[in-house]
């Protein structure tokens, strides 16, 4: 039957006779059966309406849809639609009040990976900036399958959606983080630093740098994790973003020289990030002009660094490489505090550019509706 495309009327004869639970199947009659027809063709649609149909969906067991012919990659497409009704946040909050939000949160258990990655992306969208859907994500214990999808999902891209999610769920919201703390969240962030996705590593960096900002006594935790020695290892990366995420990170802890000194390993550590810092001035410096144009938070970073552990200006001021002509006359008074916001709300505004819908119009296929301190430098 899949190969015939989804059995749609078989579909919406089975959610609107088992909607709630009690009544016996029954036959469509030809009136709703044109009512579905021309509702697939509408080019104009109720949102609420869409979303209630949708939310039936959801609310249909996995081996029904199958059984009808439905396939994840309708499903998918169904949460991009559904994505997209979201955006706007007065239909975020009304999603849980026409009981779609639990549904929703329900296929982060779903058995297939790009589900579960799309519907952590469909989360972030619904608590972005909205403190009224984070506080009921939370209370329907959104943060939990999260948790479990960003720390072992075996699909990279399920884990990196899901860390996307849970930015967005806890940033200004005090209970998310804390209960982020809670459950072991900045180990995860450790691991999540040493995994081959350069994507992965971003959106890790990013979070690190918000909390970090937002709690000053956790640069203690993060020390006592190895977080140190793991910023000096990515600030050789070979992705520019996860250099300037891995310097920021440094600098976040450059002026917490009482954790490094707990640690037991400043001195060693302090040779080894002058020696790092070195090789990144060298590097900048041979770069070529529009290269090095396109470093500039790299530039700042690596004289703010050094300036900050070292108490002298760095060598790419006395180059003239900190500020190259054409730029402002003057760095920003913190160069920390700029990065503050930007990146994982960069993130979130940039986050349809990896789905970025073809010239043709898809039609929508459901109208129904702490760990101990590392010995060595993580692998690579």
Known sequence: MAKEGPNWDGLLKWSLSHADGTNPSRNLSEEDRRWFMEAMQAQTVDVIKRM???????????????SQGVTSQDIEDMLD???EHVESIDMANDLHSIGGLVPLLGYLKNSHAN??????????????????????VMEANGLEPLLSNFTSDPDVTARTKALGAISSLIRHNK?????FRLANGYAALRDALSSESERFQRKALNLIHYLLNENRSDCAVVTELGFPRIFMHLASSEDGE????????LLDLGGDRTAQA????????????????????????AMSPEDRGAAKEERQLVDSLWNTCYNEPSSLREQ?????PGEDDALPPDVASKHFEPPLRAWAANRNEDTKPTSEKKQAP????????PAQDPPA
Request: charged letters at 25%; a negative charge; glycine letters at 8%.
């Open 115 to 136: 589900i579960r990655a799309k519907a952590a992306e469909v989360v972030s969208t619904i608590v972005q900036n909205n403190p009224k859907s984070q506080q009921l």
């Open 262 to 285: 707990a640690d037991g390993s400043s001195s060693e550590d302090d040779e080894k990030l002058k020696q790092i810092l070195q090789e990144r001035i060298k590097g900048i410096s």
């Open 242 to 249: 996860v250099r300037e995420g891995a310097l920021r990170g």
């Open 320 to 324: 003239g490489l900190v500020v190259l």
């Open 81 to 83: 639609e559904l994505q």
């Open 175 to 179: 209970p998310g983080i804390a209960a």
């Open 366 to 373: 459901l109208l129904l509706g702490l760990g101990p301190h």
């Open 52 to 66: 209630k149909e949708i939310t039936l969906v959801m609310q249909t067991p996995e081996q029904v849809l199958e």
